[in-house]
């Protein structure tokens, strides 16, 4: 079984930064996809960012493209998210997830059978 767990929320101001991180257990996490999801209050949970398990390929939504950045380090078995210029609707609970990497695009909330607890980032205006 694998478990991740997120660190890094926190309260900005809107334009500031936060760096998310996401550790794994066990030893297969080079050969995961990881991906980043969000939560906000009343709305579904939406897909933010994800990465191949080598790092040679990454997936962004198009509302965080060019602020957000995902990356791994699959020494330290830790999947990371940057996220800069924030907003206010940023505003959410943030989830890591993770899968044995396939070739399937990696948008799809159900095909992550690995989850994190949630980190808490809000965005003040």
């Known amino acids: 079984q694998v478990q991740l767990t997120e660190s890094g929320g926190g309260l900005v101001q809107a334009g500031g930064s936060l760096r998310l991180s996401c550790v794994a257990s066990?030893?297969?996490?080079?050969?995961?996809?990881m991906v980043w999801f969000r939560q906000a209050p009343g709305k579904e949970r939406e897909f933010v960012a994800g990465i191949n398990y080598s790092g040679s390929t990454t997936y962004y939504a198009d509302s965080v493209k060019g602020r957000f950045t995902i990356s791994r380090d699959n020494a330290k078995n830790t999947s990371y998210l940057q996220m800069n210029s924030l907003k206010p609707e940023d505003t959410a609970v943030y989830y890591c997830?993770?899968?044995?990497?396939?070739?399937?695009?990696?948008?799809?909330?159900?095909?992550?059978?690995?989850w994190g607890q949630g980190t808490q980032v809000t965005v003040s205006s």
């Open positions: 997830a993770g899968r044995q990497w396939d070739a399937r695009q990696p948008m799809g909330v159900r095909s992550y059978p690995y």
């Open positions: 066990g030893r297969l996490f080079n050969t995961y996809t």
